[in-house]
């Protein structure tokens, strides 16, 4: 069974920085992109980076682009988030996301290609 495990979360000012992590089991992490998204209170969940298989490719959304950088650790079987320069528009719970299927040629950005989800963990930054 694959679960998803994020840590990290937390309260912070505008202009402080958090790192999250996500922790995979139950598969081969290595064989599958990994996303992290965000939903704010109100609003559609979206994607906010996502990372190849083996790390060397990236998608950032426009909105945390030169801010946030996403990273994995595949012999860990973790996927990082480390999020610097943050808004009060960051606010947000922050989930990490797997696909089901491993073969992509691209990298998976959009809800319905992600399978697995973490229970989300709550960023906060004050102003």
């Known amino acids: 069974q694959v679960q998803l495990v994020e840590s990290g979360g937390g309260l912070v000012q505008a202009g402080g920085s958090l790192r999250l992590s996500c922790a995979a089991s139950?598969?081969?992490?290595?064989?599958?992109?990994m996303a992290w998204f965000r939903q704010a209170p109100g609003k559609d969940r979206e994607v906010v980076a996502a990372i190849s298989r083996d790390g060397r490719r990236t998608f950032y959304a426009d909105s945390v682009k030169d801010r946030f950088t996403i990273s994995r650790d595949n012999a860990k079987n973790t996927v990082y988030l480390q999020m610097n320069s943050l808004k009060p528009e960051d606010t947000a719970v922050y989930y990490c996301?797997?696909?089901?299927?491993?073969?992509?040629?691209?990298?998976?950005?959009?809800?319905?290609?992600?399978?697995?989800w973490g229970q989300g963990t709550q960023v906060t930054v004050s102003s």
């Open positions: 139950g598969r081969t992490f290595s064989r599958y992109p």
């Open positions: 996301a797997s696909t089901m299927d491993g073969s992509y040629s691209y990298i998976p950005t959009r809800l319905d290609e992600f399978a697995y």
